[in-house]
């Protein structure tokens, strides 16, 4: 059953007993704040500082006021200093800063704010009774008169992607889950829409708001448009294979992406296509599309792609409103046609961002900051809130608003995570539930079959040791918080070891050291063994990418990022000192060295050819024999790659020739038995390459419709 408490689990200090914010539950009256069910340590007058920004939060508390609430004694000697470290333990218990806020931000010269997404306003009045709870049956429903509008009322994961992604899956449909949201007064209608197993990509409400339309994968198959009749159960197909969905006009037409070819979870680049919606052969309109949307009244769109170097938002097609380095997702024009929302990636592969907006004159607004996992977004029916799917930490994203001002409050929150789709001008609500998890599996040397190398919930790997034996990875799960963890084991399922955090580059050529980057500005060296991390000068680095690798020598390193002004590019840097050199033009972002340290294997950001580029300057060549959409890595001899071929079954692996581009099959990797696998990345040899580890996405999802939400 589908339950639906009528109102929030979270309280407030007047009459309530919990306030839920983040990951933290605060039980005012207990005085005592837990975070995953353990308690974290807390003074009292921390504690009492958070009682009362709880109490009014997004309101400006005074430090006049914090004094007479929690210092009201005279007597009481300097009560700046113990306000300020008050305020500091406060900050360091929920992991947060002054300078980057989550939680509690000092407005200078005035007080402290809660800015943090509480579930409940804490000013509220607990109900004269139990709430009784919505119950309604997940599977097939009769529908009634659907159609008629209703009262009133989604490894952050970043997945590395040197291999090509594979098609979708069987998925198995997810079990009861339960939602609430942070202010309502009656009970929300939930109607859920498909049954099949699969991946849903994208779902929009059609203009007469009695019809949905989205694009799905089912049991494997390629994503395709279907629609669905709200009165009525089932789906029809629309006879577009191989295509994804991006928005739908008040005219009645669709804009999609065919053929649509995987990227980042859900997402699809493609050729954009224009299609009535009844179906038929899309008239292109753009290549190398990702994202769009229909202005209000279905005559231009604004578009998501990527040209040197930079992903850009053009609205209407040509016309660039904002670009940068990082990558641009679920862009959505405003009911009033004059500005732009979308959410704001600062690195590819990593769905952590903000969200942001830009009107007309390209002038571009945060609304709000610090998600590590943002996947969906809308505008609400009255375009006075921008709603977004988002999480603190972890995967379990629930749906906020956020109004242009920067006000946010919670609008609905599930057990399990969901991801925000669409939102009818009557104030219905498209949502898909998702379960998702990243794994790893391999096989050691002498290995019969494969195993479980997983640790939590989002396991990545990364490198194999010189000597086949030891698997490193990074953990990205709920667990692990923003900064992620950087962690080894041995491949025949040795118990994991914690390096420290960050994300991973690769083993030392001794095997002491693993490079890595903690939040994408700051690069580490940590010890495998006993020893102290080190610290690598940032000097005038922005920010860091993805790819870190050593040269042979051992004594540098090689590593994607950029500049400010610039755009991504790979340098190299001496661990002991100096300043990092720019080592290929802008525009690269994978970036692999050779055994010899004489060649650099490096491409843009969106699947785009792999050149080799000589280390010590000169010209980028191409690689002979290597086909579109191959991804590579360099076996123990320099003058072979390995190149990957992905189906629907399996992953084909050559070794390519570089002198003669001749290619010999390497080994063949069936798709990970069980439903739900959807992407199978970064296939990892060791060096003689007898032993092996790859990573895998399952990915489950089921469409519903709520009304009324406020």
């Known amino acids: 059953m589908l339950e639906l408490p009528r109102n929030a689990e979270s309280s407030s200090h007047n009459g309530f007993h919990t ?59 300097d009560f700046d200093h113990a306000v300020n470290v008050a305020i500091g333990k406060l900050r360091t218990a929920l992991g947060d800063s002054a300078d980057n806020p989550v939680f509690i931000e000092t407005v200078p010269r005035r007080g402290y704010r809660f800015v943090g997404a509480v579930e409940a306003p804490p000013a509220q009045p607990p109900p004269p009774g139990p709430a009784p709870p919505v119950a309604i049956d997940p599977g ?125 979870m859900a997402g699809m680049i493609g050729t954009m296509g224009q299609v009535p919606l009844t179906g038929g052969t899309p008239r292109q309109i753009a290549e190398k599309v990702e994202w769009a949307d229909w202005s209000p009244d279905g005559r231009t769109l604004a578009v998501v792609r990527s040209g040197g170097g930079k992903v850009r938002l053009e609205y209407p097609l040509g ?23 979308f959410l704001d990636h600062p690195t590819y592969s990593d769905d952590e961002g903000m969200v942001s907006v830009v009107d007309l004159e390209g002038r571009k607004t945060v609304l709000s900051t610090g998600w590590e996992s943002e996947e969906g977004l809308a505008w609400s029916a009255n375009g006075n809130e921008v709603w977004f799917s988002a999480a603190r930490a972890g995967l379990q994203r629930q749906i906020y608003a956020v109004d242009l001002q920067g006000h946010l409050r919670l609008a609905f929150h599930a057990l399990g995570g969901v991801t925000l789709q669409d939102i009818a001008p009557d104030g219905r609500v498209l949502m898909t539930r998702d379960e998702q998890r990243a794994g790893i599996r391999g096989e050691a040397r002498g290995d019969t079959k494969e195993r479980e190398l997983s640790w939590q919930d989002w396991s990545l790997p990364v ?108 340098f190299v840097q001496n661990i002991d000192g100096g300043r990092p050199r720019s080592v290929t033009p802008e525009g690269i972002g994978f970036c692999r060295i050779s055994p010899d340290g004489k060649l650099i294997a490096a491409n843009g950001k969106k699947m785009s ?63 990970p038995e069980g439903p739900g696998v959807c992407d199978m990345t970064h296939v990892l040899f060791s060096p003689d390459g007898r032993a092996y580890a790859y990573g895998y996405i399952r990915l489950l999802s089921d469409l519903y419709m709520v009304a009324g939400l406020r």
């Open 463 to 570: 490198d194999i040791s010189r000597d086949g034996k030891t698997l490193l990875f990074d953990e990205q799960g709920e667990q692990t918080g923003p900064k992620y963890t950087v962690a080894m084991r041995d491949l025949t399922g040795s118990p994991p070891v914690a390096l420290g955090d960050g994300m991973a580059g690769d083993f030392s050529p001794d095997g002491k050291w693993v490079a890595a980057s903690i939040s994408y500005t700051q690069l580490v060296l940590l010890p495998t063994g006993a020893g102290s991390a080190r610290h690598i000068e940032r000097y005038d680095m922005e920010q860091y990418g993805h790819e870190i690798h050593w040269l042979p020598d051992g004594k540098q390193i090689l590593f994607s990022g950029n500049q400010p002004g610039h755009a991504a590019r790979c």
């Open 319 to 341: 016309h660039v409103l904002y670009e940068t380095s990082g990558w641009i997702s679920h862009v959505r024009i405003s009911p009033n046609g004059q500005e732009v929302a």
């Open 140 to 264: 097939p429903v009769d529908r009634g008169d659907a159609g008629s509008p209703p009262d009133r009322r989604r490894p952050g994961r970043i997945l590395l992607i040197p291999f090509a992604v594979v098609a979708c899956a069987g998925l198995v449909a997810a079990g009861a889950w339960f939602g609430r949201r942070s202010v309502q007064s009656q009970p929300a209608e939930i109607q859920r829409l498909t049954i099949d197993h699969g991946t849903i990509h994208s779902a929009r409400f059609a203009p007469d708001g009695r019809n949905v339309f989205y694009a799905a994968s089912w049991e494997g198959s390629p994503v395709e448009v279907f629609s669905t009749d709200l009165k009525f159960p089932g789906s029809r197909s629309l006879g577009l294979p191989g295509t994804d969905l991006l928005a739908l006009s008040s005219l009645g037409e669709m804009a999609v992406l065919q053929p649509a070819e995987p990227e980042f």
């Open 609 to 671: 050819e792999i050149d080799l580029y000589p280390m010590d300057g000169g010209p980028a060549r191409p690689i002979p024999g290597l086909q579109p959409g191959e991804m590579v890595a360099w076996t123990s001899d320099p003058n072979f790659l390995y190149v990957s071929q992905h189906g629907k079954s399996s992953i084909r692996i050559f070794r390519l020739n570089l002198q003669t581009g001749q290619r010999k099959l390497f080994q063949e990797i069936a798709v």
């Open 19 to 77: 306030v839920r914010f983040g990951d933290f539950v605060a039980d005012l009256h207990a005085g005592e704040i837990r975070k995953a069910g353990s308690r974290i340590k807390l003074q009292d007058q921390p504690f009492k500082i958070l009682q009362v920004l709880l109490e009014k939060p997004g309101n400006i508390v005074s430090r006049e006021e914090l004094q007479s609430r929690i210092w009201p004694d005279d007597t009481y000697g």
